[in-house]
T-cell receptor
Framework: AQSVTQPDIHITVSEGASLELRCNYS??????LFWYVQSPGQGLQLLLK??????LVQGIKGFEAEFKRSQSSFNLRKPSVHWSDAAEYFC??????????FGAGTRLFVKA | SQTIHQWPATLVQPVGSPLSLECTVE??????LYWYRQAAGRGLQLLFY??????ISSEVPQNLSASRPQDRQFILSSKKLLLSDSGFYLC?????????????FGPGTRLLVL
């Protein structure tokens, strides 16, 4: 069965430090992968998506993600975190049939 | 450009009362529409999706229902709310089908049932 695992429930990083949020998926075919961000009390905003081609995907707000088929991973990275990046981040895989499977989310805290 | 609206933004309702949440999309035609619920500190649970007017698919049996009276309008309803219906309700839209469809979310409605 298809699934998405975000191993870290929450992560704390210092402002200016680098960030990596982990995502592992289980999907039988070529996956179509997404990262979304949700600020408190808001909807989800699409950060980036991977469909095919270059395995390093650039997104908005300075985020990037790398698809690694051998590891079934799609980790999100940012070289220097800003306080405004504090939010919850969701990894998702397109499962077809009008279904997108979301991970449980990772909450990012940024300390000054 | 496309925009998606949800209202109300916040709602406090007593147990046993009815519910109606509305979602509308602008700037696109024939979108796929979705209702999700997000419980506190948890991920997204797909409740309903619709690929066209009057076409509703239910993912989770519950006391909620959905309707799509117009192409770009999606309504979530209940006849009698339960305490467990509290949560953050998100509407989303997409175009097309298959694994590649990208969903875009509205601002959400926070529902508290007391």
């Amino acid at each position: 069965a298809q699934s998405v695992t975000q191993p870290d429930i929450h992560i704390t990083v210092s402002e200016g430090a680098s960030l990596e949020l982990r995502c592992n998926y289980s999907y039988g075919a070529t996956p179509y992968l997404f990262w979304y961000v949700q600020s408190p009390g808001q909807g989800l905003q699409l950060l980036l998506k991977y469909f095919s081609g270059d395995t390093l995907v650039q997104g908005i707000k300075g985020f990037e993600a790398e698809f690694k088929r051998s590891q079934s991973s799609f980790n999100l990275r940012k070289p220097s975190v800003h306080w405004s990046d504090a939010a919850e981040y969701f990894c998702a895989v397109g499962a077809g049939g009008f279904k997108t499977i979301f991970g449980a989310g990772t909450r990012l805290f940024v300390k000054a | 450009s496309q925009t998606i609206h949800q209202w109300p933004a916040t709602l406090v309702q007593p147990v046993g009362s009815p519910l109606s949440l509305e979602c509308t999309v602008e700037g696109t035609s024939n979108p796929n529409l979705y209702w999700y619920r997000q419980a506190a500190g948890r991920g997204l649970q797909l409740l309903f999706y619709s690929v066209g007017i009057g076409q509703i698919s239910s993912e989770v049996p519950q006391n909620l229902s959905a309707s799509r009276p117009q192409d770009r309008q999606f309504i979530l309803s209940s006849k009698k709310l339960l305490l467990s219906d509290s949560g953050f309700y998100l509407c989303a839209w997409s175009i097309g089908a298959g694994d590649q469809e990208t969903q875009y979310f509205g601002p959400g409605t926070r529902l508290l049932v007391l």
